[in-house]
């Protein structure tokens, strides 16, 4: 099984990121899927989720109206789009993949600074 992000790094505030994972080695369409995130001294904190079929999602309040996350089932692979980033975004951001079991990626940084 693995999940690997891409798509981290530097950004200024306002600017926009996309990123991605991409899974391997279980059946994706199975499974609902996940991004966290972790800051320097926080907790992991769900950011955004959608259901195994892509119809359902569900977004942190502090990322709503800013980040979408979205899926194809056919490339085995999860999006998130984040735009209008701001400082307080600054985090590792991880793809978690969730049936009866739980797979974690190793995450991507992302650094939103001027």
């Known amino acids: 099984v693995q999940l690997v992000e891409s798509g981290g790094g530097l950004v200024q505030p306002g600017g926009s990121l996309r990123l991605s994972c991409a899974a391997s080695?279980?059946?994706?369409?199975?499974?609902?899927m996940s991004w966290y995130r972790q800051a320097p001294g926080k907790e992991r904190e769900l950011v955004a989720a959608?259901?195994?079929?892509?119809?359902?999602?569900n977004y942190a309040d502090s990322v709503k109206d800013r980040f979408t996350i979205s899926r194809d089932n056919a490339k085995n692979t999860v999006y998130l789009q984040m735009n209008s980033l701001k400082p307080e975004d600054t985090a590792v951001y991880f793809c978690?993949?969730?049936?009866?079991?739980?797979?974690w990626g190793k995450g991507t940084l992302v650094t939103v600074s001027s």
């Open positions: 959608i259901r195994n079929a892509g119809g359902s999602t």
């Open positions: 978690n993949a969730q049936r009866t079991v739980n797979f």
């Open positions: 080695g279980f059946t994706f369409s199975s499974y609902a």
